[in-house]
């Protein structure tokens, strides 16, 4: 038997304690999630929808077929949920509101901008 280090092993043994921290990890997150309430971690999401749809009508120029879908995606989940997202919801629906504005207001402009060029 050799005393000189495997290099193999010792790629195994590191791709192991990585695969177990990442378990360790995913095990923690399930358990933050767990200890939230649905409402939280639902209207997370839909803040998620909001900064998307955001990011595609602050694009230049704006992507507004993009910024559709999202909107589309985060009005539908809030429509379907009315009435159970508590304390968040107000705030959600205000976010579709500002979101369907600005749509609006960037298509306008897009038009406008379309006609100058």
């Known amino acids: 038997?050799?005393?000189t280090p495997d290099p193999e092993n010792s790629r195994t043994n590191k791709t192991n304690e990585a695969g177990q921290e990442k378990l360790a990890e995913l095990d923690r997150l399930r358990n933050?999630?767990?200890s939230s309430?649905?409402?939280i971690v639902i209207a997370?999401?839909?803040f998620g929808l909001f900064e998307l749809a955001a990011i595609y009508l602050?694009?230049?120029p704006p992507r507004l077929r993009d910024a559709t879908l999202a909107i589309d995606a985060l009005a539908?989940?809030?429509g379907s949920i009315k009435g159970r997202l508590g304390e968040y919801e107000?705030?959600?629906l205000d976010g579709i509101s500002q979101?369907?504005?600005a749509f609006v207001q960037m298509s306008t402009l897009s038009t406008e901008t379309a006609k100058t060029d």
Do not use: V
Request: charged share 20%.
């Open 76 to 78: 539908g989940l809030a």
């Open 44 to 46: 997370n999401h839909c």
């Open 37 to 39: 309430s649905p409402e």
């Open 1 to 3: 038997m050799s005393n």
């Open 99 to 101: 979101l369907r504005l």
């Open 90 to 92: 107000l705030e959600i």
């Open 58 to 60: 602050s694009d230049s």
């Open 32 to 34: 933050e999630i767990l």
